[in-house]
C-alpha cells in the first residue's frame, strides 16, 4: 500500500453497466435469487436496448450456451454474474446472439451479447438484468448506483476490500 492509499484509502473498483436502462436495486427483482442476493449481492437494470457489454476489463469465465447469461472475472478476482431476464434459460437461447466465448479477455464496452428484449417479454419474460458480484462478501466497501436510468458503461457499482 503506498502512502496516498495510507492516508485517503484505496480507489474503489468501478463496475460499469452492462446494459443501458433503468438501475434498480435487486430487492426490486421479481425472482428470490436475485432479489433476496442468494448468489451474491448487486443490482439490476430494466434494459433499454438490447445489449450486453462487457461492465469492465475481464476474462469471461462462462457464456452459457443460451446466451441468457455470462459470468467474468476481473484481474483482481472480483467474480461476477450479468443474468439476462428472469428464467429465460427456459428459450434455450432463441433471442440471443453470444459474441464472446469463455476465457476471452474482454474490454470495457466490448459487446458480448445481443438480445431481442420485446420478443423475450412477447413470450412472457421479465427482461430485468440482474449483475450480481458473486463473491461480494470479500469486500468491505460495496456501493450501488440505483434509481435512475444509466447509459451503457456508467458506473453502476463501487467496491473495495478495505
Avoid: W
Avoid at 121 to 146: H, L, Q, R, W
Wanted: glycine letters at 12%.
Amino acid at each position: 500500500m503506498g502512502l496516498l492509499d495510507k492516508f485517503f484509502g484505496k480507489k474503489l473498483e468501478e463496475i460499469g453497466a452492462p446494459v443501458a436502462g433503468e438501475a434498480v436495486a435487486s430487492g426490486e427483482v421479481n425472482d428470490p435469487t436475485f432479489g433476496e442476493e442468494m448468489l451474491g449481492k448487486g443490482m439490476a437494470i430494466k434494459p433499454s436496448a438490447g445489449r450486453v457489454v462487457a461492465p469492465c476489463d475481464a476474462t469471461v469465465d462462462m457464456m452459457f450456451e443460451t446466451g441468457h447469461a455470462v459470468s467474468l472475472k476481473t484481474e483482481s478476482g472480483v467474480e461476477m454474474l450479468i443474468h439476462v431476464g428472469i428464467d429465460t434459460v427456459n428459450l434455450q437461447g432463441k433471442h440471443y446472439t453470444v459474441h464472446a466465448a469463455a476465457g476471452e479477455q474482454v474490454k470495457k464496452g466490448q459487446l458480448l451479447i445481443e438480445f431481442d428484449k420485446d420478443a423475450i417479454a412477447a413470450e412472457g419474460y421479465d427482461v430485468v438484468t440482474p449483475v450480481v458480484i458473486c463473491n461480494s462478501d470479500d469486500y468491505k466497501t460495496f456501493e450501488t448506483t440505483v434509481g435512475k436510468t444509466v447509459a451503457e458503461g456508467e458506473t453502476v457499482i463501487r467496491l473495495g476490500k478495505s
